[in-house]
């Protein structure tokens, strides 16, 4: 373990070779760089055309992580007086220390479209003179009960008392795609958490990284807001194994790299 991962750090220390470890030259439409970009940026308005430049800055090996540990404790007083005290105390001292192989702070400029539509007509109809019979009749796509429901109304009659005008909102389509606009550009901040793996043992992997990835959250914070969509969480992970580890009776680098994609993590395997 030690000789692969002695072997990994001396390679990473050029900004270059991390550079293609995070985009190796294979990979021509940047696919793993794009799935640690998911692990942390999940889209919901916006969509990831192109990755334009991937910038590395700062890169860390052997970085302690230390989960908070919370004791919580419960005191009672019984005589003279009755009181009773709740507390919950941090105790990061006594916490477990984690160690991360490797994270690498970087920058990712990229092209995005959009996938958010504007609003493009309103449009109103009074409906206080429609009884119920004629309002079902005109408005048949509509759940009348499920309405009903939404606007917190006992009845039609009240419908009408509180909403006597109904609104027809139509938003035109997302605009084209233009690669070459310059608004399409984004930058977004990743930190990308890396453990060096010399073996394929995929339930020892599994377990290392979720512990890890626990302990990253519970002390990093987020990335700044992202206009695109949600945010996931404070790094993205990359479990890097070795090649020649991969043989008959192991898994292959495909079934490896499907199964930690499903758990939010990704892979890489290097030679050493």
């Given at each position: ?241 070795p090649t020649d580890a991969i043989g008959p009776g192991t898994p292959s680098q495909d079934d490896i790299t499907g199964l ?13």
């Amino acid at each position: 373990m030690t000789d692969f991962a002695d072997k990994l750090m001396l390679r990473y220390l050029d900004p270059a070779n991390v550079h293609a470890l995070l985009v190796p030259s294979a990979d021509a439409s940047a696919q793993r760089i794009r799935a640690l970009l998911a692990n942390v940026y999940q889209p919901r308005l916006l969509t990831v055309e192109a990755v334009d430049e991937v910038d590395v800055r700062e890169i860390q090996f052997q970085v302690p992580i230390v989960e908070p540990l919370l004791a919580r404790a419960r005191f009672e007083q019984l005589a003279p007086t009755t009181a009773q005290v709740i507390g919950t105390v941090e105790v990061p001292a006594l916490a477990q220390t984690r160690w991360l192989d490797m994270t690498v702070q970087t920058a990712v400029t990229v092209r995005v479209s959009s996938s958010s539509a504007l609003l493009d007509s309103m449009a109103a109809k009074d409906v206080s003179e429609l009884s119920e019979a004629d309002f079902i009749a005109k408005f048949e796509f509509l759940d009348l009960a499920g309405l009903l429901k939404a606007a917190r109304v006992g009845s039609y009659t009240e419908l009408q008392a509180d909403f006597p005008r109904l609104y027809k909102l139509h938003y035109a389509d997302p605009p084209a795609y233009d690669p070459n606009d310059p608004a399409t550009r984004r930058t977004y901040g990743l930190q990308v958490s890396a453990l060096f793996l010399p073996t394929v043992d995929l339930v020892a992997a599994l377990r290392l990284l979720r512990q890890s990835r626990r302990a990253v959250e519970a002390v990093s914070p987020h990335p700044d807001g992202y206009e695109g969509g949600d945010l996931l969480a404070a790094s993205a992970w990359l479990a890097v194994f070795p090649t020649d580890a991969i043989g008959p009776g192991t898994p292959s680098q495909d079934d490896i790299t499907g199964l930690l994609g499903a758990e939010g993590f990704v892979a890489a395997f290097e030679t050493v």
